[in-house]
């Protein structure tokens, strides 16, 4: 007698393994939704709704495991520049000391002493005595590109903010936390948010966000 499994496989026809190029797809899947997830968890997610699948095989960590504190020099004028260049006296922006290799998604400007870690999905700048994880998001300032954004233009464009010679948007539908973001040349937007905790204001977060340098190794979202 034909056994079971025979007669199934037989049924349902032969199907060649995947290649590799399915399976690099599939890893950036799963990565992706990695990432979502933890910024619907924190607050921090794509605009409408994500569907996270579970994955048949292990994903790998979507951050850096270690944050570093990297070193940073003085900006144009001193560290705290003028009134204008600095319009939130609680957080003093400085030049960011990138290294021999930028970050995909790299800051140009952050606070002395922060620490800066994150991959092509998202950068996480986090305030000086922050011990968690680079995975966990809360407490922290994350910059991400959207690929939701435009041409369905999702995010709204009212709040002008200065972000640094372009025009960017505040979104204000979180009253805990600061969102700006503003549109990029491929289409996607790139996007800062930070818990108001952190002491940031909307014309500060706009200046970081002017100073981010996004490489050809950043990866958008997709919901």
Not at 152 to 168: C, F, H, Q, Y
Request: overall charge negative; cysteine-free.
């Amino acid at each position: 007698m034909t056994d079971l499994t025979d007669l199934l496989d037989s049924a349902a026809g032969r199907h060649p393994a995947p290649g590799p190029d399915v399976i690099r797809d599939d890893l950036a899947r799963g990565r992706r939704a990695l990432v979502r997830r933890r910024w619907t968890r924190t607050g921090l997610a794509f605009s409408g709704a994500v569907a996270v699948a579970v994955a048949a095989f292990a994903l790998p960590a979507a951050l850096d495991t270690e944050p570093q504190v990297h070193s940073v020099v003085p900006a144009a004028g001193g560290s705290g520049g003028s009134a204008a260049d600095a319009p939130n006296p609680g957080v003093d922006l400085v030049a960011f000391d990138a290294g021999p290799v930028r970050k995909p998604i790299s800051p140009g400007l952050v606070p002395d002493g922060w620490s800066v870690s994150g991959d092509e999905f998202a950068l996480v700048v986090a305030p000086p005595g922050s011990d968690t994880s680079p995975a966990d998001y809360r407490g922290k300032l994350v910059v991400y590109l959207d690929a939701n954004t435009i041409p369905n233009e999702s995010l709204p464009m009212k709040i002008a903010v200065d972000v640094g010679e372009r025009t960017g948007f505040a979104i204000r539908a979180e009253p805990s936390m600061l969102q700006v973001w503003v549109p990029q040349e491929d289409g996607t937007a790139l996007r800062a948010q930070a818990p108001k905790s952190l002491g940031w204001d909307e014309a500060t977060l706009g200046r970081f966000l002017g100073a981010v340098v996004v490489g050809e190794g950043a990866t958008a979202g997709v919901g």
